[in-house]
């Protein structure tokens, strides 16, 4: 599941990413706050090596609700120390006992009343921590750094949407032919795996071309900060102020991901786009079965106030990412991770 294509080259530092939990350090930014009133009681929760269905769990117990009524705005990785949000739904009830809940690996940080659901995507993004460990080889980290913080990375799904030896991928091949999966979670789990893999396929092919940081006829451009995208052709063509609009990055390149409907990549970047897909007729038969629209996804990712501290063999990092994109996807372009443990994550 890791062969996909780099940016900045193959690394040549080797190094172990969460050695421990307190090297991988997750601060989740709402990008909004609790208002104070509602029917849903929001919980600000610090967690070290929790899974975030276990607190979700232990909420609705607390609580005295059904488990379908604690939601929360991302999953977080076990194998980490985070900060995330809890909603519970608790229409005309009084605030319960939270109180036993906390642990040496669970605090409670906050509790407000918001009068909206807490929905999955609901945040503006995370501020990691990250230390690598146990750094050996010959390489410039502080050059590949400034590229990175200059450049941006491929904007990758993580090899945990893959699941064990990609066998996520496998799932949603059996599934798409046939087998019947009765839990909601995992067909949905499934659907984006193979969704994922196919962004991941196509995103890996532009860069692989040397177009990763190019201008295309045909490309599906994305404004930044913003899921809307336009196709560059007669009515949009690509002239110089799209290439000085694209230079200060008010547009972004972006890649499939895929669904029902016309690819809207046209001309030469299309033609890229069907040719990297080739052989996944069955995948993309599958999802479009499945309901799932075409869709856009930034072909690259640019951390936000990135900043390290080098000390010995030990590297400490410290940005911003926006929602629905992959810390791992950065440490990728850094450093050969080393084998510590399976990366189970949730």
Known sequence: MNNWHYLHGEPAVSGRLKAEPEHFIVREDLGFAPGGEGEHIFLHIRKRGQNTQWIARDLAKLAGVAQRDVTWAGLKDRHAVTEQWFGVHLPGKEMPDFSPLESDDVQIMAIARHNKKLKTGALKGNWFELTLTELDGEGDLDARLQAI??????????????????????????????????????????????????????????????????????????????????????????????????????????????????????????????????GQQALMAGLEANGLKQERRALLLKPEQLSWQRDGDRLTLSFWLPAGTYATSLVRELIKEKELHENTGE
């Not at 059996?174 to 193979?194: C, E, P, Q, T």
């Not at 045909?218 to 002239?239: E, H, I, K, R």
Request: charged fraction near 25%.
């Open 149 to 278: 913080s200059e450049r941006g990375v491929p904007n990758y799904f993580g090899d945990q949407r893959f699941g064990h030896n990609g066998g996520n991928i496998e799932q949603a091949r059996a599934m798409f032919g046939g087998k019947r999966i009765k839990d909601r979670n995992k067909r949905s789990m499934y659907l984006s795996a193979a969704r994922s893999y196919l962004f991941n396929l196509a995103a890996s092919q532009r860069l692989a071309e040397g177009r990763g940081e190019q201008l295309l006829n045909g490309d599906c451009v994305m404004l930044a900060g913003s899921q809307s995208f336009f196709t560059l052709n007669d009515d949009n063509p690509l002239n110089e102020d799209i290439q000085a609009r694209f230079a200060s990055g008010d547009i972004r390149l972006s890649a499939p991901l895929w669904g029902r409907g016309r690819l809207p990549a046209e001309d030469e970047a299309g033609t890229l786009e069907q040719t990297a897909l080739e």
